[in-house]
């Protein structure tokens, strides 16, 4: 699959996968940035993307983000098909949850990026499941 990239700072490296079994390219902050403690900020990532038709993208945290006292104040971030345009730049809402700051410097490696297809689904909205209930919220580690 090709997807069309600007970045911003062509100082930075393109997103790469980091190893051959990698499923999701790295991204890199595109300026320092101070998050203050209990505080989100919005970290560039210094990409705008033009995915497939039928294809959106993925942003996660990087598995080590948490040991920074970092996480993705929104869990994931989702890019639509149509985020796209020449400014849509990609943002990192990152969320300090120590009494600290903390420094996250330019060209850091701090989320990860998949593309993934897309499709619709159609609902089919019924009043009476025919299906057993199975228990509830986390009841399959009884």
Do not use: C
């Amino acid at each position: 699959m090709k997807v069309t990239i600007k970045r911003f700072d062509k100082s930075l490296p393109l997103p790469e996968y980091k190893t051959d079994g990698a499923a999701a390219l790295d991204l890199y902050a595109r300026e320092d940035a101070t998050i203050p403690p209990q505080e989100v900020k919005l970290v560039p990532l210094n990409v705008a993307l033009q995915v497939p038709e039928d294809h959106w993208v993925l942003v996660s945290a990087r598995s080590s983000l948490h040991k920074r006292g970092l996480m993705m104040a929104n869990g994931i971030g989702v890019g639509d098909y149509d985020y796209r345009g020449d400014n849509d730049e990609y943002l990192a809402p990152l969320f300090n949850f120590t009494d600290q700051p903390v420094k996250v410097e330019r060209g850091e490696r701090l989320v990860q990026l998949m593309v993934l297809s897309r499709e619709r689904v159609e609902l089919a909205e019924q009043d009476l499941f025919d299906t057993k209930d199975r228990g509830g919220f986390g009841s399959t580690g009884k």
